[in-house]
């Protein structure tokens, strides 16, 4: 990696139509895809405030975080990297796989500094 340049990948989207998991199941599904994804993982922890529930994990590179909408069969997924290393797009498709929704949506952007 170029000293004098950050690369940042930011990969998220709308999963449709999933099933209502327990919050520490969607931490072992992040915990998978970080080290599927060459991530370096710092720490995690769900979090369940009734009609909204997920987990998050920090990584030495950034971050994955997964929201849920209980009852809406709808999630939120972001993952954030910065480096050269990581392969947030392989994060993603696992939690895509594992939880089987109706459909989604994936975005990508280069927070790359140059």
């Known amino acids: 990696m170029d000293e004098d340049r950050v690369i940042g ?35 995690s922890m769900v979090y369940d405030r009734g009609t909204v529930y ?25 993952i954030y990297t910065c480096g050269d290393k990581s392969a947030p797009e392989e994060a993603y498709e696992l939690v895509v796989r594992e939880l089987r929704p109706t459909r989604y949506t994936k975005s990508y952007v280069d927070r790359s500094s140059a």
């Open 54 to 78: 997920g987990a998050l994990v920090l990584v030495e590179e950034s971050h994955l975080a997964l929201h849920v909408f209980r009852g809406l069969s709808y999630a939120l997924l972001d």
């Open 9 to 43: 990948k930011h990969v998220f989207g709308e999963l449709y139509g999933i099933s209502d998991t327990q919050p520490e199941k969607l931490r072992e599904l992040l915990l998978r895809a970080a080290e599927v994804a060459n991530m370096h993982i710092v720490d």
